[in-house]
């Protein structure tokens, strides 16, 4: 059974609300290597492992359990990026207005009597406005609905850490090509953050593939290309970020059996697994969108949710 902390697993940078950042971090999020397929194929790896091979097994779901906190990390991002962009200024807005008249734009959706959501249609994704209001979906940035045929769980480890190391060195490698695309301050937190973290997941199923008598020496494919020329990874990797993994469990885990010692890429650097868990940061209720009717509670109905806060 899994339990619960109300925190997010990495503070998230204020900025400007900008759909179309948050339109290109739906790949990292339902995307075919995104953080909703991490997620789901680590726990069906270690929900379906056979035999005792509880090490692996650990290492496996501890890294799925870290994936459900990127899920909500991303999809929170997300809904940062797109919360109150219907009255979007920013460098990237397309509104009508023009000249002097864009700068006495009304600040509030629909004040003056201006149409309340007249910036939707020009958003990447206008699914964002109409199915839901300025939040994520569960799809990739091309709009495709993710998918269960995603997952890899083939039942044989070897292999499934094999794919597991690919799946993350891809995520990794298209997390970086979605930081190039945008200097927006709320989604360059979120994707330095998780670069960092797939780092950490490479080397993790590159350990386990050690420990099955992989030598990878000179060979390692991956990771084959340095992040830390972005200085938002930089930090966090000077930190150390990439060379922990916590094991998420309250029961004892046995990662540490193999996620600990030499770095696999063999470059000085030794991995850890961490017995502490991550600090967290705050996680701030979205506001009201009235223009989107979300959500939706007239007085009677707030009144009744009232009632209920003040239930002992
Ligand atoms: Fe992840």
């Known amino acids: 059974m899994f339990f619960h902390t109300q ?10 609300p900008d759909p179309a950042a948050a339109n290109i971090l739906q790949e990292g999020l339902g995307g075919q290597f995104g953080e909703m397929r991490t997620m789901m194929q680590y726990l069906f790896q270690s929900f379906n492992a056979r035999g005792d091979a509880k090490p692996f097994k650990d290492l496996i779901q501890g890294v799925g359990i870290e994936e459900i906190s990127h899920v909500e990390l991303i999809t929170t991002t997300i809904n940062l990026l797109l919360d109150g962009s219907s009255r979007y200024q920013g460098k990237n807005a397309k ?5 002097a008249a864009a700068k006495k734009a009304p600040k509030e959706p629909g004040a003056g009597g201006t149409t309340p959501l007249d910036e939707a249609p020009f958003a990447p994704n206008t699914h964002h406005f109409i199915v839901a209001p300025q939040c994520a979906l569960p799809v990739d ?10 997952v890899y769980a083939s039942g044989n480890l070897v ?6 190391l690919m799946l993350e060195s891809t995520g990794r490698l298209q997390k970086c090509r979605i930081y190039e695309m945008s ?3 709320t989604l360059r937190s979120t994707v330095a953050f998780l670069i960092a973290r797939d ?16 030598n990878w020496g000179k060979v390692l494919p991956i990771p084959n290309f340095d992040a830390s020329q972005y200085p938002e990874v930089k930090k966090l990797m000077d930190l150390g970020i990439h060379l922990k993994q916590h ?7 046995e990662m540490g059996k193999i996620f600990q010692g030499n770095s696999p890429v063999n470059d000085g650097t030794e991995v850890e697994t961490e017995e502490e868990a991550p600090e967290g940061a705050p996680i701030e209720d979205l506001p009201e969108r009235p223009e989107e009717f979300a959500p939706g509670l007239t007085p009677e109905l707030l009144e009744m949710v009232e009632a209920v806060k003040r239930y002992k």
């Open 159 to 164: 292999l499934d850490l094999m794919y597991n």
């Open 141 to 150: 940035a091309a709009g495709n609905p993710w998918s269960g045929s995603y």
């Open 95 to 99: 509104t009508k207005a023009k000249g």
């Open 199 to 214: 780092h950490a997941h490479e080397l993790a199923f590159a350990k386990a593939l050690e420990s099955l008598g992989v």
């Open 7 to 16: 925190k997010l697993i990495n503070p998230i940078a204020a900025d400007e």
């Open 183 to 185: 200097d927006n301050k």
């Open 247 to 253: 094991h998420f469990r309250l029961d004892g885990s």
